[in-house]
């Protein structure tokens, strides 16, 4: 569309206003997330992006795309959160490497798969009708989500069953460490004890023997001045 209108510059402020949505949406989703559930925010991105696909589609002026190319980055910046926040808690943990890079795969082969389903269909029957044939189904797949099981469980707090046991291994190893330490710091304080004990009986002993000699030497001058007289 900008090429056959010799208007590159025109593209340029479209992906601007997409990417400037975008980075909003996803940082706003801290604050968000607090008042919306997961479930709502995937149902408007979706619903939001079919239908501003479908005013697109009538090739509307200018600004108009820009506002509406802003709003769908806007509702699809919390998607990426989203999206990681169901791989790391409802993926088990063995799997867990394996399914962030199955999942990453095919986000990035849909992406040139889309451009060569689009290109030939915009040559062969327009602007319109590729527009249409994008923005349609996924707008119906959005009023289908509405009723989908699966979305609502975006909202229950689970994790993979390999979550649990790596919580639990790292109390049961952090309360070992805390005992073994205290044990440890027991131990020196009963070595403490012990030997400042030894020191008093060694104190005692040497007491002990200076007395018992000072009995000793003055018995023996008892003796001494009884046998003079």
Request: charge should be neutral.
């Amino acid at each position: 569309y900008f090429t056959d209108r010799d208007e590159p510059a025109q593209l340029g402020w479209v992906l601007m206003a997409l990417s400037i949505g975008g980075l909003v949406g996803a940082l706003s989703y801290a604050v968000l997330s607090k008042y919306m559930k997961r479930r709502t925010t995937m149902l408007i991105a979706v619903i939001t992006l079919g239908v501003a696909m479908t005013i697109i589609a009538f090739l509307p002026p200018l600004p108009l795309i820009l506002g509406l190319s802003a709003i769908v980055g806007f509702v699809y910046g919390p998607i990426q959160p989203i999206y990681n926040y169901v791989m790391q808690t409802n993926a088990p943990t063995q799997l867990r490497g394996r399914v962030v890079g199955v999942m990453g795969s095919l986000a990035y082969a849909a992406g040139p798969l889309g451009l060569l389903l689009a290109g030939p269909l915009a040559d062969s029957a327009g602007l319109h009708a590729t527009f249409l044939a994008l923005s349609v189904p996924m707008l119906l797949i959005g009023l289908v989500a509405i009723g989908l099981p699966a979305l609502r469980d975006l909202d229950r707090d689970r994790r993979g069953p390999g979550a649990g046991a790596v919580a639990g291994g790292a109390a049961v190893g952090a309360g070992g460490a805390t005992a073994a330490a205290a044990g440890a710091r027991d131990d020196r304080a009963d070595d403490r004890r012990s030997d400042e004990v030894r020191a008093d009986e060694v104190r005692a002993d040497d007491r002990g023997g200076r007395d018992q000699g000072f009995v000793d030497d003055n018995r023996d001058g008892y003796r001494d001045g009884r046998s003079r007289r």
